[in-house]
């Protein structure tokens, strides 16, 4: 199954910019969807973005035009660029495929947004 490390959140200002990273492993990346997820405090872990083998997205409503989601092949990464960042936006931030198996979340990367 899929093993992945999430890289490149951080604190940043409402209005501000981050750019998440992931590392996967495990699958033979180049077929398969992946996806970023996040979960804030008291809430359950949304799907936030996915993006196909040939590089087909798909976007939440709250982050669409804000965020975009690619990958490179070669390197077996995914990548969220966040612009336009908001409060609301705070989270952990994880990266799987878009049917994700118990057991496969990494610890994910924490986004904060704040003055």
């Known amino acids: 199954q899929v093993r992945v490390v999430e890289s490149g959140g951080g604190l940043v200002q409402p209005g501000g910019s981050l750019r998440l990273s992931c590392a996967a492993s495990?699958?033979?990346?180049?077929?398969?969807?992946m996806a970023w997820y996040r979960q804030a405090p008291g809430k359950q872990r949304e799907l936030v973005a996915r993006?196909?083998?040939?590089?087909?997205?798909w976007y939440d409503d709250s982050v669409k035009d804000r965020f975009t989601i690619s990958r490179d092949n070669n390197k077996n990464m995914v990548y969220l660029q966040m612009n336009s960042l908001k409060p609301e936006d705070a989270a952990v931030y994880y990266c799987?495929?878009?049917?994700?198996?118990?057991?496969?979340w990494g610890q994910g990367t924490q986004v904060a947004v704040s003055l």
């Open positions: 495990g699958i033979i990346f180049g077929i398969e969807s």
């Open positions: 799987n495929t878009p049917a994700p198996r118990a057991g496969s």
């Open positions: 993006i196909t083998s040939i590089g087909n997205t």
